[in-house]
């Protein structure tokens, strides 16, 4: 695990939210599963030293808890937020979160990120089990949960929005 990545979360997710939030890395496993509200979400990266070796970054971000970044970042309640909207919380949130992991785990190597997308609950358990998990960074408040992978060479990103 990276020293410091833990405090870099939180106000990542301060940004994202308006309000704090701690994150504990965890040494797999467990890795976490999405659940079936949960909103599920990759960002492919790619070692520009090293173009075949491919990785990921994987959040997943609970209903309410997406609902509640949607609120914050569009400056709306919660019935006035479009589903594009939540969509792009979602995204902005996989962006920042990830941007926050690639930048502890590669300080000396330039990376290429691809855009984030959302995926299926079953593929973004083939994206776990496909690769080796890195990092797992985990924040539960109040029954809200916020995972965060790194995935060393996924074999599922040959997808739209991937880099290949």
Known sequence: MH???TEQLAPAWTFL????????AHVPPPVPQPCPDD????LPLRLLAAPERQAAVGVLIDRDEARAVARHLFERLDDE???DELNDACREACNILAGS???AYTRQEA????LPREISADEYRRLLHSGQVRGI????AS????????????AQLATPGSLS
């Open 39 to 42: 909103h599920a979400l990759v």
């Open 111 to 114: 990376v290429e990120m691809g």
């Open 137 to 140: 960074f985990l924040s539960d």
């Open 17 to 24: 939210r308006g309000a704090q939030r701690g994150f504990d």
């Open 101 to 103: 992991v690639v930048a």
């Open 143 to 154: 029954a809200r949960r916020i995972a965060v992978t790194l995935i060393d060479e996924p």
């Open 3 to 5: 020293p410091g990545l």
């Open 81 to 83: 937020i479009s589903a």
